[in-house]
């Protein structure tokens, strides 16, 4: 198992920026980091679970639309998954979630999808006053 650790959430004002992080940690990821996707997904009341970006093993990246030009997915090194997310909107308030799996998906976008993944952390609050 990988054990999943996100931080960096809190509160700010629209448009404004947040940076989250996400450590990753375990035998399992020690030894076959390589092989890991990973992905960021927000939950908010009442709405369902979204993925919002995601990168590939391959070191390839999907965002989803909504996020696409303002949020940035990136490994800052081996164990830490990063989102940089830029003119947060207020309906972007939710709950933010690391997740990880030990395989390339055949499509790029399944990543967005978190039926994909087996491993995840317990989240970090972000939310977006206007």
């Known amino acids: 198992q990988v054990q999943l650790v996100e931080s960096g959430g809190g509160s700010v004002q629209a448009v404004g920026s947040l940076r989250l992080s996400c450590v990753a940690s375990g035998y399992a990821y020690s030894v076959n980091y390589r092989r890991y996707s990973m992905g960021w997904f927000r939950h908010a009341p009442g709405k369902e679970r979204e993925g919002v970006a995601a990168l590939g093993s391959d070191g390839r990246t999907i965002y989803a639309d909504p996020v696409l030009g303002r949020f940035t997915i990136s490994k800052d090194n081996v164990n830490t998954l990063s989102l940089q997310m830029n003119s947060l909107k207020p309906e972007e308030t939710a709950m933010y979630y690391c997740?990880?799996?030990?395989?390339?998906?055949?499509?790029?976008?399944?990543?967005?999808?978190?039926?994909?993944?087996?491993?995840w952390g317990q989240g970090t609050q972000v939310t977006v006053s206007s």
């Open positions: 997740a990880a799996v030990s395989r390339t998906p055949t499509t790029l976008e399944r990543l967005l999808n978190g039926d994909e993944y087996n491993s």
